[in-house]
């Protein structure tokens, strides 16, 4: 095969070669979810002609998957725009008229963003009680007081002690434990329920996290993730419509669906094997054959490029890095993947015929008693429905009918999906019966569920920072290939986005979003001269 030398009547720029003055250069996005439709969407609108993006499934919208039952819209993925100051998805849903006016308590409820408007959380113990509302009000203000110290560490530099073990999960339980056990003025069955109801609140934080417990989230580093200001805001007819938005100014040819990648071979390391391949295409011209990058598909075809975008999710970088990249990516990004955390938060929707909840109440808490003095939130395979936080009742009943959405995360949230719709609506049966106490609840009609854990093209539903990562890590992931400055070789060959890949709004929709465009900025910036 040809070698990707820089011809002689050139300068040693790789970009005054021919590269420059005879084509654009070629540019495949690995990924349609939100980064990579942002990346490609930028890049068109710049003037680049010769973009492409391959997406492994047969669908655009990657972790963001509306499912439309009868009338209502179901968010599988991505579900609330966190935020409206300088949000882009917040301003995409605005512009197209896709956002509900609502008060700003109908938006959310603290921390944890609801569908309900108003109304209240029943917090409900594995004894069939409700714990009465001014003992979770009080655990309530104690924990987000807790929850406001984790944030100082990296705020304000504060150094962690070793008996936190760097862990959100360790540092929140301690001290909210020792605050509950020093309180004069509660009784000691009023102590137990707060005690229980830490590890209840711990899980729903490991559910927004996406962690398996919060005991594995950065005590130093959680303070980095910045919330953006204003309200919290749902699409009534179904997130997906921003990823439509997005692909609008997408030709259709430039987006190839059922077209997974096998291998992304760079720095002009293409193998003997592609040699052959290319030799037996007539297709192929002769230029293409010494291209920096060469993405091999599984269906055996190898798309030769300039540079590639690569947006597939951390959990897909921990499994398959080693084979993905050719030669493999530097120890210091492989680090940086195997540092960072990526778990899974799956959603259970349950239809009832009626609703057996009152009319105020807007989610239901579980709360197990016999876990007050807990410290792990690790169960056996046969308890996983234990990891089951909460269900949320979804509002208004107008437009979704009588629906609760549950939440589960982490390793129980992997054993849930190896079991069939069957056992997860008995399962959640049983378990709504014992904690109303009412053994006459019904079956629900029917049930809808995520499985983000066990799908190989992303397994895992969103990134967080794991106990000894930190925010350098992030950059790190996102830092494109190759590393070295030299004159002989092209810059930015592979460079990396999506949620994972933003150290300030990982996890979040607008991370992915504003990661696509900050790629996109670099290629842009880098060929300016050609684009004028």
Not at 187 to 207: D, G, N, P
Not at 412 to 435: N, Y
Request: charged share 25%.
């Amino acid at each position: 095969m040809q070698s990707c030398e820089i011809s002689a009547d050139s300068t040693d720029d790789p970009l005054s070669s021919g590269l420059r003055r005879k084509r654009q250069p070629r540019i495949v996005v690995i990924g349609a979810g939100l980064a990579g439709l942002s990346a490609a969407k930028a890049l068109l609108e710049s003037g680049f002609t010769d973009v492409t993006i391959l997406e492994a499934t047969d669908r655009i919208g990657g972790r963001v998957q509306s499912v439309k039952l009868g009338h209502a819209t179901f968010e599988l993925g991505a579900t609330w725009i966190h935020g409206s100051h300088g949000n882009p998805v917040y301003h995409l849903a605005e512009d197209n008229g896709l956002l509900e006016e609502t008060t700003d308590d109908e938006r959310s409820v603290g921390r944890i963003s609801l569908y309900s408007k108003n109304g209240v959380a029943y917090h409900l113990t594995n004894n069939g009680q409700r714990i009465p509302k001014d003992v979770v009000e009080e655990f309530s203000d104690l924990y987000n007081e807790v929850y406001n110290l984790t944030q100082e560490f990296f705020q304000r530099g504060k150094p962690v002690n070793a008996e936190s073990q760097n862990s959100v999960g360790v540092f929140t339980r301690d001290v909210v434990r020792k605050r509950v056990k020093a309180d004069p003025d509660d009784t000691e069955a009023v102590k137990r329920l707060k005690l229980a109801m830490i590890q209840q609140y711990l899980k729903v934080e490991s559910c927004e996290s996406s962690s398996h417990s919060m005991d594995e989230v950065s005590l130093s580093e959680f303070g980095e993730w910045t919330e953006i200001p204003g309200a919290h805001h749902i699409i009534p007819c179904g997130f997906i419509k921003i990823v439509e938005i997005l692909a609008r100014s997408i030709p259709e040819s430039v987006i190839q669906l059922r077209k997974p990648v096998k291998c992304i071979h760079w720095n002009q390391s293409v193998s003997k094997e592609i040699e052959r391949v290319a030799d037996h295409n007539s297709d192929l011209p002769e230029e293409d054959k010494g291209s920096d990058v060469f993405i091999e598909c599984e269906d055996c075809e190898f798309i030769p490029a300039d540079h590639v975008i690569v947006t597939v999710s951390l959990g897909v970088l921990k499994k398959r890095h080693e084979s993905l990249f050719h030669p493999r990516l530097p120890e210091e990004k492989v680090m940086a993947i195997e540092k960072l955390g990526i778990n899974t938060t799956d959603k259970i929707f349950l239809e009832f015929e009626e609703p057996f909840w009152s009319s105020e109440c807007n989610s239901i808490q579980f709360v197990w008693e016999d876990e007050a003095e807990s410290e792990s939130l690790t169960y056996p395979e046969e308890l996983w429905y234990k990891k089951i936080c909460s269900f949320d009742v979804l509002y208004p009943p107008e437009r979704y009918g009588h629906v609760l959405s549950g939440w589960i995360c982490g390793e129980e949230a992997l054993i849930m999906e190896k079991c069939d719709d069957e056992t997860v609506a008995e399962t959640c049966t049983e378990m709504l019966r014992k904690f109303t106490g009412n053994p006459n609840i019904p079956k629900p009609r029917r049930i809808l569920r995520s499985s983000w854990g066990s799908n190989p093209n992303f397994r895992g539903s969103y990134s967080y920072t794991q106990v000894g990562s930190s925010g350098a890590d992030v950059e790190k992931l996102a830092k494109p290939l190759p590393y070295a400055e030299s004159s002989k070789t092209t810059p930015m060959q592979v460079m990396f986005s999506g949620e994972a890949t933003h150290r300030k709004y990982y996890s979040t929709t607008h991370g992915a979003v504003l990661s696509g465009q900050r790629e996109a900025a670099h290629l842009i910036e880098m060929y300016q001269d050609l684009l004028q």
